[in-house]
């Protein structure tokens, strides 16, 4: 299927040489007529090509240059196959939206002529000690940053300094180097992103998950130790300082994902464990195994009353934690590897994976799943490898997938193509959070920096109709479909795709 961009007509229908010297002229005619050209030597089509590498995959193939000797001279008919090589080059881009869209090719056609794309506004933005690893924002306007130091060096050199030797005797005290850290911020009064810093408690180990429980002001701290750092926070005291912090030898390798409902800690690991312990009664309510393969990854959604475990094999499982010994429901294996990270929608019963080393996200329909006990992927996406971060917008119909390589791609569920590409972070993605409520999506990196992004509530001006009839015309559709549902009826899986939706948002 030949796919045609409807915004922009580009051509390069001839070229001019002055001896050693080609200029390709470039047409380029946009849906409300207008119409300019520009020219561009070939060296500047291999600067572009070589930005659009470091944000994008599966790029077209640029025409090679040919040796010719400056004594022959380039002929007629390689300036035309050259001319016809890179026309078809930069048609292949336009029609990649999220290429379109970037910043890089909108400059090299000089797109700021015609209607141009509204990028996500960066409002904000935070210095930190080290790489951030997890955020964690309260109503309470509480913020807590976890980090840890990223690098491999460092973090060994730490590690000997750290360590007692056996001459040292138990009244030397050694200055200890953290290589994680936790820190307390409380907002301010004069401006919505004016923060206060209040406390730090660093970590001789890494620190790699975090959960806080805003009703008990509980903080948890999961360490590459195994051990949980159990927090009580002050709010009588505006979280000055905090009250209490115990430490708990719960596993015996990194803890990957935890969170605190009722009393009780439900933790994963490396080590293969889920694990519950009742902080009240001070005893491990429950343990056990599961699978053979690492767990990687932990949810919860308490009006569910379900937790959502991966593992890095590509296996995600659902257990019910109604009672105190949580009960696997459902194992769906993904056919990827490594999940990185989950996200779940309750209102529309959505679980969305991330895997790691293949880039592949997948979704699923929970509450469908659970009533055939079948765990069926309804869709999946080719991202980028090395993805760690997703996040959804339900109102948007968008996904925003963190990436190894700083950037955040964000999906239509439209038509599952690239929307844009944000450029956020020198390094690696390693929180996103998104706020519904006001379209700002935070973003935090090994760069350490945290940082929020204000987006538009439409790409580019004149869209707005167009995606209102789209939306209704889905809405009305997805409606019919939800009744006979109902009614307990089988819609057909070929009648879904009709939406374009990938048979998943509703």
């Known amino acids: 299927m030949l796919l045609v961009n409807e915004s922009i007509n580009v051509t390069i229908p001839s070229y001019k040489q002055e001896s050693s010297n080609v200029q390709y ?7 409300n007529k207008q119409q300019w050209l520009i020219t561009k030597r070939y060296s500047q089509f291999e600067d572009l090509h070589k ?8 790029l077209p193939e640029l025409p090679k240059k040919a040796f010719i000797t400056f004594l022959v001279g380039k002929s007629k008919e390689q300036l035309e196959d050259r001319r016809f090589g890179l026309e078809k080059y930069i048609q292949q881009l336009i029609v990649r939206r999220e290429i379109y869209h970037s910043q890089q090719l909108r400059d090299f056609l000089e797109l700021e002529q015609c209607e141009e794309i509204i990028p996500p506004n960066l409002i904000h933005s935070t210095k930190t000690l080290m790489g951030i690893r997890d955020v964690s924002l309260s109503d309470q306007g509480v913020m807590f940053l976890l980090q840890a130091d990223m690098s491999v060096l460092n973090r060994v ?4 300094n750290n360590m007692k030797m ?38 001789n180990t890494q620190a790699i998950c975090m959960f806080y429980e805003p009703i008990t002001c509980t903080l948890l701290i999961g360490l590459d130790s195994g051990n949980i750092n159990f927090i009580k926070v002050s709010e009588r005291d505006s979280f000055q300082k905090y009250e209490q912090s115990i430490e708990i030898e719960i596993h015996l390798s990194r803890i990957m994902g ?17 694990k519950v312990i009742d902080m009240d009664q001070g005893e491990l309510k429950s343990d056990f195994s599961i699978g053979k393969h690492e767990l990687t990854f932990l949810t919860y959604n308490e009006q569910r009353q379900i937790s959502v475990v991966g593992n890095r094999n590509g296996q995600i499982y659902i257990l019910n ?34 895997s790691y080393d293949d880039g592949v996200i997948c979704v699923l329909d929970v509450g469908k799943c659970l009533q055939d006990n079948i765990g069926k992927i309804k869709t999946k996406i080719q991202a980028k490898i090395k993805t760690r971060e997703v996040q959804w917008s339900s109102k948007r119909g968008e996904l925003f997938v963190g990436n190894d390589d700083g950037t ?20 690696a993605i390693t929180k996103l959070i998104w706020q519904e409520s006001t379209q700002i999506l935070i973003t935090g990196g090994k760069d350490e920096l945290i940082k929020w992004w204000h987006f538009p509530k439409k790409w580019k001006a004149g869209d707005q109709d167009e995606q209102d009839k789209s939306k209704q015309l889905i809405e009305a559709k997805m409606e019919n479909i939800l009744k006979l549902q109902n009614q307990n009826h089988k819609i057909d899986s070929d009648e879904e795709d009709e939406t374009r939706l990938g048979n998943w948002h509703k």
């Not at 002229?25 to 849906?31: F, G, M, Q, Y």
């Not at 050694?174 to 820190?183: A, L, W």
């Not at 964000?410 to 972070?425: C, E, F, G, S, W």
């Open 258 to 274: 935890l969170f605190y409902r009722n009393g009780q800690i439900h933790s994963i690991s490396k080590d293969t464990h889920y």
């Open 166 to 203: 056996p001459w040292d005797s138990e009244q030397t005290e050694v200055k200890t180097i953290p290589v994680g850290q936790v820190e307390c911020y409380i907002k301010q009064e004069e401006g919505e992103f004016s923060y206060k810093r209040l406390w730090i408690k660093e970590y």
């Open 25 to 31: 002229v470039i047409e380029i005619k946009t849906r």
């Open 408 to 427: 955040v791609t964000i999906y239509n569920a439209l038509d599952l193509q690239p929307q844009y590409v944000l450029k956020a972070h020198e390094k």
């Open 321 to 354: 934690i109604k009672a105190a010994q949580p009960i696997i429901m459902l194992s769906v294996d993904t056919n990827t590897s490594f999940i990185r990270g989950l996200v779940l929608d309750y209102q529309k019963n959505y679980l969305i994976s991330v």
């Open 51 to 58: 930005k659009l590498i470091l944000l994008f995959q599966d």
């Open 157 to 160: 050199d730490a590690y000997v």
